[in-house]
């Protein structure tokens, strides 16, 4: 069943469109993170769903029922947005009563709905406590509580965590993946970390200039993208790219020649057929080039370290390879002075190949 539906939603300031003719179905008990640089349209996609935004043109349906021009108390969500927004005057316990109390709800409905939000965010002991006394963490989940005693069907999330510190982002990345798994409640969830994006959702929005440009499972996002902005915009370090064009191996296969090198595509799985003289662009995430080892398989190729990066569980080396600079990812406890001369084998069956021209995946 579709939770959120979006129908050829146009949104405009002036002679500027922001979105145009955006369609998106979310299903039922989805978690679906939008994800792209700032300005790209995905919080304000967000704050058209949530009624925030007048829309210019379309029509918004959660649950079935056409929303909108509804207001956004009249739209069954709750939203958590980047700033934790609490009543400094109010203890915790106050901050998730208030809008209830505000809805003429009754004390022992009220009651019960702030200490299962307080049980479920591990927020008990800071009940009587003011948002002063509290951690940004802290207060993060008495934001994410003050939604969640609405006990709506659908969660907003724009962006809660970016004013957090790292292990911060980590610790509530987790709890509010716990949360979801919990409820089975619709969330939709704005951000610009691709580590968040990856970890909670069940699907990805990619968005650029208020285009969806790939909607899939991450795992599809990550190792099939659509397109080279995608391709470029997930992973890190990202995609290396080679430009070249089509041409044949030495036992006669479709192969890419880049900076004079010839890359076999066997093993790659085309949409289409390749022709020869085609102006493509090879991409090979970093993880999927192995360096110096034995017994490999496929095609062998030297390149020359230029820069590695410690990062601990694993090293980042910087190649110079047939005219490019690449990236390579290799385990912690290899190291690779500047100079040295390594052999490097593609796992051709994870690359992308794309048009050179349209920059679309082939």
Excluded at 66 to 86: C, H
Excluded at 334 to 349: A, I
Aim: aromatic share 6%; charged share 25%; glycine share 10%.
């Amino acid at each position: 069943m579709t939770s959120v539906s979006v129908k050829d939603l146009r949104l405009s300031f002036g002679q500027v469109t922001v979105l145009d003719q955006l369609n998106l179905d979310i299903q039922e008990g989805e978690f679906l993170v939008l994800l792209g640089s700032s300005g790209c349209g995905k919080s304000t996609l967000l704050n058209c769903i949530a009624g925030l935004l007048d829309i210019t043109d379309g029509q918004i349906f959660i649950n079935g029922r056409n929303v909108t021009w509804d207001e956004p108390k009249d739209r069954g969500i709750g939203m958590v947005f980047q700033s934790y927004a609490l009543y400094p005057q109010m203890t915790v316990e106050k901050n998730l009563s208030f809008g209830l109390k505000v809805a003429k709800m009754p004390q022992g409905e009220i009651d019960k709905r702030v200490a299962r939000a307080a049980e479920i965010l591990q927020i008990g002991p800071l009940l009587k406590r003011k948002p002063s006394e509290l951690s940004g963490g802290q207060r993060q989940r008495v934001a994410i509580g003050r939604a969640l005693v609405r006990d709506v069907d659908v969660f907003l999330f724009d962006e809660p965590l970016s004013n957090l510190d790292a292990k911060l982002r980590s610790e509530l990345r987790v709890e509010i993946k716990r949360l979801h798994q919990s409820l089975k409640n619709t969330m939709i969830y704005v951000t610009h970390d691709q580590i968040e994006a990856l970890t909670l959702a069940d699907r990805i929005a990619i968005m650029k200039g208020g285009v969806i440009q790939q909607l899939a499972d991450p795992n599809t996002i990550y190792n099939a993208p659509k397109n080279m902005f995608v391709a470029g915009f997930i992973g890190s370090p990202s995609m290396n790219f080679l430009r070249g064009e089509i041409a044949a191996d030495a036992a006669g296969r479709p192969a890419v020649v880049a900076g004079g090198v010839t890359f076999s595509l066997d093993g790659y799985h085309a949409g289409e057929t390749l022709v020869p003289g085609r102006k493509v662009v090879l991409g090979v995430r970093p993880e999927h080039v192995k360096v110096d080892e034995p017994g490999g398989t496929g095609e062998v190729h030297e390149a020359t370290v230029d820069i590695e990066e410690p990062m601990g569980a694993d090293n980042l080396l910087w190649l110079k390879h047939a005219g490019h600079t690449m990236a390579v990812r290799t385990a912690g406890s290899r190291r690779f002075s500047p100079g040295t001369r390594v052999r490097l084998t593609f796992d051709m069956t994870l690359a992308s190949l794309f048009d050179a021209e349209s920059e679309e995946r082939i």
